[in-house]
């Protein structure tokens, strides 16, 4: 009988060696999982308001209310958000007997006023931001519009000081049917939000001009 002694422990010596190299690839990645550059943290975490943006330009365009109302925190106490909603006197005078504040407004008066919140002048504008350049420029310009709205665009603006995205709708409706300057035809509506962490509310809605 043949001595089988050298090839068992050659055996053992190949199984050892296999164990060692499994243990080494696997620390390895393990540690490659771990070593996440701080970077490339930090972009995933800036970026991550911009995709709550998205999420509201996207609510805008489809009319979604329900999601457009995530990035709202009611009641709003900014009375200026009023000259959009253009209530009538008998709808002034409703309000007044059921509400506590009739100056705030409330979720119930977003049912009633979105769609002059987020007319379709604001949708056209919105959707011809560019996230990307937003986001590493700091702001956006949009193309500008003429259409039965007049002519209008809307500028972008990132304030890194005040944590805030601001949605400057500019109307330029500065000449009359007989080509002369009104100053009464150009305005602006300014969207301001909050960014905290990853969510983007709506503050404030407020008129220039």
Not at 85 to 90: E, K, S, V
Not at 107 to 128: G, R
Request: charged letters at 30%.
């Amino acid at each position: 009988m043949k001595n089988t002694a050298p090839y068992i422990f050659l055996f053992f010596l190949l199984c050892i060696c296999s164990s060692c190299r499994k243990t080494t690839d696997s620390d390895t990645l393990k540690d490659t999982k771990i070593a996440v550059p701080d970077s490339v943290a930090a972009d995933a975490k800036a970026h991550s308001w911009m995709d709550d943006f998205r999420d509201f330009r996207t609510a805008v365009y489809q009319n979604n209310r329900a999601e457009q109302k995530k990035h709202f925190r009611f009641p709003l106490t900014d009375p200026e958000i009023w000259f959009l909603c253009q209530l009538t006197p008998a709808e002034q005078n409703k309000r007044k007997s059921t509400v506590k504040n009739p100056d705030y407004f409330y979720e119930a008066d977003f049912d009633h006023c979105a769609a002059k919140l987020f007319a379709k002048s604001f949708v056209n504008c919105i959707q011809k931001i560019k996230t990307k350049e937003l986001f590493e420029e700091g702001h956006y310009d949009t193309p500008e519009f003429d259409d039965a709205e007049g002519k209008y665009l809307m500028y972008a603006t990132v304030d890194t000081t005040t944590e805030e995205l601001v949605l400057n709708q500019s109307f330029l409706n500065g000449e009359d049917e007989d080509g002369n300057y009104v100053s009464e035809g150009e305005y602006n509506i300014i969207y301001i939000f909050s960014i905290s962490g990853d969510k983007l509310m709506l503050k404030r809605i407020t008129m220039a001009g």
